[in-house]
C-alpha cells in the first residue's frame, strides 16, 4: 500500500498497533521512501513503545541517513520543505440564508449574524512541513472534556404507566422553574376558585391547542393540579407566537380572568406568552487559548453514496498546518448507515452487515490524526434503542470504535470542551418542528431556525407521540435546564448555523451524497462539510471537502 498521504501512514501504524505525534506522522511522509521510514521507526520503537514521538522519529531518521540509508531520508537535507499537492478544500466564512455559494449549496448561514459571502483558499500547494515547536506541539494539559447529560448505564424505564408519569412531572418542574421567576403563577386549581374579572398568571404544559369559529386559539394549558383554558385572541399582537407552540411543552400566561369564573366556565383571556427561552443577555463562556473543534454528523458508513474521497480529503487536511489548532471532534450521530432503517434500504448498502459496518467506519476514523479527542454519540440510524434519550453503544460496538481512545456518550449530551458547553444532539425532533411550524419559523434549508424554536422552549423534543420517540425515564434528560454555549444537531443532512441571544447552533451537514430513498422524499443533501468552531471566540468556518 504507498504511503503517500499522512492518513494513511496513521492506519498502517495502527494496523501495528501504534499512534504517533502529529509531527512525527509529517516527518515520515516527508522521506523519500514513507514506508521504509515506517518501517523503520516501528522496529526501533521501545517495548513499551504506544505512540511514536517526533523525536524518535527524527532520530532513526537521522541515524539512518548516517548509516548511508538515503531511502528514509527527509529530504531536509537540501533546505527544501517536504509539500503535499492536493486541491485544498474550499474555505466558507458564512453562507447567505438568501442564496447559494459558489458550489451550490442551498440555504443555510445565519442570515443576519455574518456578512454573505463565500471564501476559497487560493494555493494549489499545502506545507505539511514541521513547523515551529512552539506553535505547533498541542497543548495537552490545556486540554478538558467533561461530559454530562449522558442516559448510559441510568436508564431504569420499564414503559408502564407510571415512567410516563414521572417524566412528564419531571419536565414540567424544571421547565416551570425557569418560568416563576418571571410570572407570578398560581395553579389552575387556585386560578378555578378566584372571583372573575381579576388579572392571573399559570405556568402550564400544552396538552390542547385549536381555533374557535371566530378565528381565535384556544390553549388548554395543564400543570399537577388540574388544567385550565386560555384564550389568545386574533388580534393580539403576540398571537403569531401560537404558530411556534407544539404539544407537550411548558409555556407561562398572563392575562385577565372572564367574568364567569367562580361559575366554573371561566376562561383566561391571555394578555401575554412566555417560553422558557434563553436569556437575551446571555454571554457564553470561550476557552482560555485558540483552540479548534471540527463538527460533524451524519457520516453513514456502509451506504452506496458515502463520500470516501471527501472523508479521506478531510483526514488529510487535519493533518495540515492550517489545521494545527484542530484538537477536538464532535460527532453527532449516525456513524453508519444501519440496517433496515427506511423501506428498500437493502438495496442501497454497500455494507449489509451492521457489524463490518462499524468495523469500516473505524477504518475510517483511524485516518484523522490520533491526538485528537474524539466524542460521539449515537443517531437513528446507528445500533442503540430508537427511542430518546439514547444511550450510548453497548461493549461490542465500543469494542470496535475504540480507535484513538475516542469517547461515547449518550444522545443527547453536553460536552464540556475546555470550558465552553457544547450540547450534542442528533436532531430527530427536527423533523416534527419543521413538519408542525411554518416555513419561515422552521424549514430544511435553514436547519438552525428549527433548532432555534428547541432553545426557545428550552428542550429537545417537547412533543410526545409524534415523528419523535421518546422513552420515559426517572427524569427528563432531553430538558435543557442550563443554556449550552453551542448547540450542535445533524439528522436532516443540511448545513446551517446562525447565533440565537448568543447560543450559537450548527447543524452541521453530512458525507452521504443523495440516495434513492433522499431523492423520492426531495431531501437535497449538503454532504462533505466540516464546520470548524474556534473555541476561544465561538467564530466558525466552513471547510467544503467534497
Same mark, same amino acid.
Given at each position: 500500500?504507498?504511503?503517500?498521504?499522512?492518513?494513511?501512514?496513521?492506519?498502517?501504524?495502527?494496523?501495528?498497533?501504534?499512534?504517533?505525534?502529529?509531527?512525527?506522522?509529517?516527518?515520515?511522509?516527508?522521506?523519500?521512501?514513507?514506508?521504509?521510514?515506517?518501517?523503520?521507526?516501528?522496529?526501533?520503537?521501545?517495548? +513499551?513503545?504506544?505512540?511514536?514521538?517526533?523525536?524518535?522519529?527524527?532520530?532513526?531518521?537521522?541515524?539512518?541517513?548516517?548509516?548511508?540509508?538515503?531511502?528514509?531520508?527527509?529530504?531536509?537535507?537540501?533546505?527544501?520543505?517536504?509539500?503535499?499537492?492536493?486541491?485544498?478544500?474550499?474555505?466558507?466564512?458564512?453562507?447567505?440564508?438568501?442564496?447559494?455559494?459558489?458550489?451550490?449549496?442551498?440555504?443555510?448561514?445565519?442570515?443576519?449574524?455574518? +456578512?454573505?459571502?463565500?471564501?476559497?483558499?487560493?494555493?494549489?500547494?499545502?506545507?505539511?512541513?514541521?513547523?515551529?515547536?512552539?506553535?505547533?506541539?498541542?497543548?495537552?494539559?490545556?486540554?478538558?472534556?467533561?461530559?454530562?447529560?449522558?442516559?448510559?448505564?441510568?436508564?431504569?424505564?420499564?414503559?408502564?404507566?407510571?415512567?410516563?408519569?414521572?417524566?412528564?412531572?419531571?419536565?414540567?418542574?424544571?421547565?416551570?422553574?425557569?418560568?416563576?421567576?418571571?410570572?407570578?403563577?398560581?395553579?389552575?386549581?387556585?386560578?378555578?376558585?378566584?372571583?372573575?374579572?381579576?388579572?392571573?398568571?399559570? /405556568?402550564? %404544559?400544552?396538552?390542547?391547542?385549536?381555533?374557535?369559529?371566530?378565528?381565535?386559539?384556544?390553549?388548554? @394549558?395543564?400543570?399537577?393540579?388540574?388544567?385550565?383554558?386560555?384564550?389568545?385572541?386574533?388580534?393580539?399582537?403576540?398571537?403569531?407566537?401560537?404558530?411556534?407552540?407544539?404539544?407537550?411543552?411548558?409555556?407561562?400566561?398572563?392575562?385577565?380572568?372572564?367574568?364567569?369564573?367562580?361559575?366554573?366556565?371561566?376562561? @383566561?383571556?391571555?394578555?401575554?406568552?412566555?417560553?422558557?427561552?434563553?436569556?437575551?443577555?446571555?454571554?457564553?463562556?470561550?476557552?482560555?487559548?485558540?483552540?479548534?473543534?471540527?463538527?460533524?454528523?451524519?457520516?453513514?458508513?456502509?451506504?452506496?453514496?458515502?463520500?470516501?474521497?471527501?472523508?479521506?480529503?478531510?483526514?488529510?487536511?487535519?493533518?495540515?498546518?492550517?489545521?494545527?489548532?484542530?484538537?477536538?471532534?464532535?460527532?453527532?450521530?449516525?456513524?453508519?448507515?444501519?440496517?433496515?432503517?427506511?423501506?428498500?434500504?437493502?438495496?442501497?448498502? +454497500?455494507?449489509?452487515?451492521?457489524?463490518?459496518?462499524?468495523?469500516?467506519?473505524?477504518?475510517?476514523?483511524?485516518?484523522?490524526?490520533?491526538?485528537?479527542?474524539?466524542?460521539?454519540?449515537?443517531?437513528?440510524?446507528?445500533?442503540?434503542?430508537?427511542?430518546?434519550?439514547?444511550?450510548?453503544?453497548?461493549?461490542?460496538?465500543?469494542?470496535?470504535?475504540?480507535?484513538?481512545?475516542?469517547?461515547?456518550?449518550?444522545?443527547?449530551?453536553?460536552?464540556?470542551?475546555?470550558?465552553?458547553?457544547?450540547?450534542?444532539?442528533?436532531?430527530?425532533?427536527?423533523?416534527?418542528?419543521?413538519?408542525?411550524?411554518?416555513?419561515?419559523?422552521?424549514?430544511?434549508?435553514?436547519?438552525?431556525?428549527?433548532?432555534?424554536?428547541?432553545?426557545?422552549?428550552?428542550? /429537545?423534543?417537547?412533543?410526545?407521540?409524534?415523528?419523535?420517540?421518546?422513552?420515559?425515564?426517572?427524569?427528563?434528560?432531553?430538558? %435543557?435546564?442550563?443554556?449550552?454555549?453551542?448547540?450542535?444537531?445533524?439528522?436532516?443532512?443540511?448545513?446551517?448555523?446562525?447565533?440565537?441571544?448568543?447560543?450559537?447552533?450548527?447543524?452541521?451537514?453530512?458525507?452521504?451524497?443523495?440516495?434513492?430513498?433522499?431523492?423520492?422524499?426531495?431531501?437535497?443533501?449538503?454532504?462533505?462539510?466540516?464546520?470548524? @468552531?474556534?473555541?476561544?471566540?465561538?467564530?466558525?468556518?466552513?471547510?467544503?471537502?467534497?
Amino acid at each position: 500500500m504507498p504511503l503517500e498521504t499522512p492518513a494513511r501512514i496513521v492506519s498502517e501504524l495502527t494496523s501495528r498497533g501504534y499512534n504517533a505525534d502529529r509531527e512525527a506522522v509529517t516527518l515520515l511522509a516527508g522521506a523519500d521512501d514513507p514506508r521504509a521510514a515506517l518501517d523503520v521507526a516501528v522496529e526501533r520503537a521501545p517495548d +513499551d513503545a504506544l505512540k511514536l514521538s517526533a523525536d524518535h522519529v527524527e532520530r532513526v531518521l537521522t541515524e539512518r541517513s548516517a548509516d548511508g540509508d538515503t531511502s528514509v531520508s527527509t529530504g531536509s537535507e537540501s533546505g527544501n520543505n517536504p509539500q503535499v499537492k492536493a486541491r485544498p478544500p474550499t474555505e466558507t466564512e458564512g453562507m447567505s440564508v438568501e442564496g447559494t455559494n459558489d458550489e451550490g449549496v442551498g440555504d443555510g448561514g445565519v442570515g443576519d449574524e455574518r +456578512d454573505e459571502d463565500s471564501e476559497g483558499v487560493g494555493e494549489d500547494v499545502i506545507d505539511v512541513s514541521r513547523p515551529d515547536e512552539s506553535v505547533r506541539d498541542p497543548n495537552f494539559d490545556a486540554r478538558s472534556l467533561d461530559v454530562s447529560g449522558d442516559i448510559t448505564g441510568e436508564s431504569t424505564g420499564t414503559g408502564e404507566y407510571e415512567d410516563f408519569v414521572s417524566v412528564f412531572r419531571d419536565r414540567f418542574e424544571r421547565l416551570s422553574k425557569q418560568l416563576r421567576s418571571r410570572v407570578n403563577a398560581r395553579p389552575t386549581s387556585a386560578v378555578q376558585a378566584m372571583p372573575g374579572g381579576g388579572e392571573t398568571a399559570i /405556568v402550564g %404544559m400544552i396538552s390542547d391547542i385549536r381555533s374557535t369559529a371566530s378565528g381565535h386559539w384556544l390553549i388548554e @394549558l395543564e400543570d399537577t393540579s388540574g388544567t385550565y383554558p386560555c384564550l389568545v385572541m386574533k388580534d393580539r399582537e403576540f398571537a403569531d407566537l401560537v404558530d411556534e407552540l407544539l404539544f407537550d411543552e411548558v409555556i407561562a400566561v398572563e392575562g385577565t380572568l372572564s367574568d364567569d369564573n367562580g361559575d366554573g366556565d371561566g376562561i @383566561l383571556f391571555v394578555d401575554s406568552l412566555y417560553f422558557p427561552d434563553v436569556p437575551r443577555t446571555y454571554k457564553p463562556s470561550t476557552a482560555d487559548r485558540h483552540v479548534q473543534a471540527a463538527l460533524i454528523s451524519d457520516v453513514h458508513v456502509g451506504s452506496q453514496e458515502f463520500m470516501a474521497d471527501a472523508w479521506s480529503r478531510f483526514a488529510d487536511w487535519l493533518y495540515t498546518e492550517e489545521a494545527e489548532r484542530v484538537e477536538y471532534l464532535l460527532v453527532a450521530g449516525d456513524m453508519v448507515e444501519g440496517v433496515g432503517v427506511y423501506p428498500d434500504q437493502d438495496e442501497e448498502l +454497500d455494507i449489509v452487515d451492521i457489524y463490518d459496518q462499524y468495523e469500516q467506519f473505524s477504518e475510517y476514523l483511524k485516518e484523522v490524526p490520533g491526538d485528537l479527542e474524539i466524542i460521539m454519540i449515537p443517531g437513528n440510524h446507528d445500533a442503540v434503542r430508537l427511542a430518546e434519550p439514547q444511550p450510548g453503544f453497548d461493549e461490542e460496538l465500543r469494542d470496535i470504535m475504540s480507535v484513538h481512545d475516542a469517547r461515547i456518550s449518550g444522545n443527547p449530551s453536553t460536552v464540556t470542551v475546555e470550558g465552553v458547553d457544547v450540547l450534542m444532539y442528533h436532531g430527530v425532533s427536527l423533523d416534527e418542528v419543521i413538519a408542525e411550524l411554518p416555513d419561515e419559523k422552521a424549514n430544511y434549508d435553514e436547519p438552525h431556525k428549527a433548532m432555534y424554536q428547541l432553545l426557545k422552549k428550552r428542550h /429537545v423534543a417537547p412533543q410526545f407521540g409524534g415523528k419523535t420517540r421518546l422513552a420515559p425515564e426517572e427524569k427528563d434528560y432531553l430538558v %435543557m435546564d442550563d443554556v449550552p454555549d453551542v448547540f450542535h444537531t445533524g439528522h436532516v443532512h443540511k448545513l446551517g448555523w446562525g447565533k440565537y441571544h448568543n447560543v450559537l447552533a450548527v447543524n452541521s451537514g453530512c458525507w452521504q451524497e443523495q440516495t434513492a430513498f433522499q431523492k423520492s422524499v426531495n431531501i437535497d443533501p449538503d454532504a462533505g462539510f466540516a464546520p470548524i @468552531l474556534d473555541l476561544d471566540t465561538l467564530d466558525m468556518t466552513v471547510r467544503q471537502f467534497s
